[in-house]
């Protein structure tokens, strides 16, 4: 999903190039803004649901599409070749996934749900440095 995003992204950056780093920025807070009220409304939920179940693993993989859909299509508009963010995502995903369940199965009650708000967090960061690097207000 992520060179899908990408993708879609190249077609439409020339006309939006003036304004990219603004659209990059919105994504990203954009994520990291439903990764943090999900975290919440994970709290305001009182009855667990199976993670198993077809229907909970349908939704997930969608949503979960759609956020790497929206992470590529920032990709695009920061003019960044995607073979070694996708490769990336991959295995990090891949990676981070088995290492989730396995903490997840020993630690996840105390966990809870303080990892996405971090991972939120940390999206709207890379926003927010995107959006800053662009406007020139900081120089390296």
């Known amino acids: ?5 990408w993708l879609a992204g190249l077609s439409v950056r020339e006309f939006i190039s003036t304004v990219d780093h603004w659209v990059a920025f919105g994504l990203l807070v954009f994520v990291g803004g439903k990764m943090i009220y999900e975290a919440t409304l994970m709290n305001e939920e009182e009855e667990a ?10 939704i997930l993989s969608l949503a979960t599409s759609i956020d790497a859909l ?3 299509l920032s990709l695009s508009f920061i003019n960044v070749t995607i073979i070694t963010p996708a490769i990336i995502i991959g295995v990090v995903t891949f990676i981070l ?4 369940v396995y903490i997840g199965s020993r630690f996840g009650h105390f966990l809870e749900n303080r ?4 991972g939120g967090l940390i999206l ?8 800053v690097e662009h406007l020139g ?3 390296y």
């Open 70 to 72: 929206a992470v590529g």
């Open 49 to 58: 649901k199976d993670p198993m179940n077809i229907a909970t693993l349908l």
């Open 115 to 118: 990892i996405e708000v971090v």
């Open 1 to 5: 999903m992520p060179v899908v995003g």
């Open 97 to 100: 996934s088995f290492a989730g």
């Open 124 to 131: 709207i960061g890379i926003g927010a440095k995107i959006l």
């Open 137 to 139: 207000l900081i120089s």
